[in-house]
């Protein structure tokens, strides 16, 4: 298995405070990617990074911010977390864009 | 632009019985195509992938072939088990971006 580890596993939080999960991997790839998934629409790009202080945007950045200032870590904040940011949020990484991606196992983030 | 569409679930099976889930995809180029599975409370998995037309796939007993004269990817399984209750989402490369684009997934539940 790729060593891809996410922080928090579940995380409750209100409205309106700030929210910083975590991508952690060990395999040196160069893309890391946020996803969130929500029912009825699959999988979804937030933010994307191709290398140190490299990031770009997905199909659904309104919200949320990222960065990434070593190789090995990705953040994602939620700067006034909504409810409707409750979901399930995943990072992959891969080698190279476009090609296999290799994904964590997932926070599940209930914002109330 | 490249897009996938994969059939809707959820697809309720008996153990044993044949599996097809259908995937369709529109693209320039030669993209490579995915598949991947999602377990109950898991990160997406790469189940098999094709990187070149008449190329198959295969994994666990899944096999999937790269048709570029139908532009499709169609997941099959001859006998499936319990065990392969999941949600499965097919994927291409690449979309505007250079990233991979994933299908809305497909939940499969295996009766005994």
């Known amino acids: 298995d790729a060593g891809i580890t996410q922080s928090p596993r579940h995380k409750v939080t209100e409205t309106g405070t700030p929210v910083t999960l975590r991508c952690h991997q060990t395999?040196?790839?160069?893309?890391m990617y946020w996803y969130r998934q929500d029912p009825g629409h699959g999988l979804r790009l937030i933010h994307y990074?191709?290398?140190?202080?490299?990031?770009d945007k997905g199909e659904v950045s309104d919200g949320y911010s990222v960065s990434r200032s070593k190789t090995e870590d990705f953040l994602l904040t939620l700067e006034s977390a909504t409810s409707s940011q409750t979901s399930v949020y995943f990072c992959?990484?891969?080698?190279?864009?476009?090609?296999?991606?290799?994904f964590g196992p997932g926070t599940r983030l209930l914002v109330l | 632009g490249n897009s996938v569409t994969q059939m809707e679930g959820p697809v309720t099976l008996s153990e044993e019985a044949f599996l097809t889930i259908n995937c369709t995809y529109t693209?320039?180029?030669?993209?490579?195509l995915f598949w991947y599975v999602q377990y109950p409370g898991e990160g997406l998995q790469l189940l098999l992938k094709?990187?070149?037309?008449?190329d198959k796939g295969s994994n666990k007993g899944f096999e999937a072939t790269y048709r570029k004269e139908t532009t499709s990817f169609h997941l099959e399984k001859g006998s499936v088990q319990v065990s392969d209750s999941a949600v499965y989402f097919c994927?291409?490369?690449?979309?505007?971006?250079?990233?991979?684009?994933f299908g809305k997934g497909t939940k499969l539940s295996v009766k005994p």
């Open positions: 992959a990484i891969s080698g190279d864009q476009g090609e296999t991606q290799y």
């Open positions: 395999e040196n790839h160069r893309y």
């Open positions: 990074s191709y290398g140190v202080k490299d990031t």
């Open positions: 693209a320039t180029g030669y993209p490579s």
């Open positions: 094709a990187t070149k037309a008449d």
């Open positions: 994927a291409l490369s690449r979309d505007s971006q250079g990233n991979l684009i």
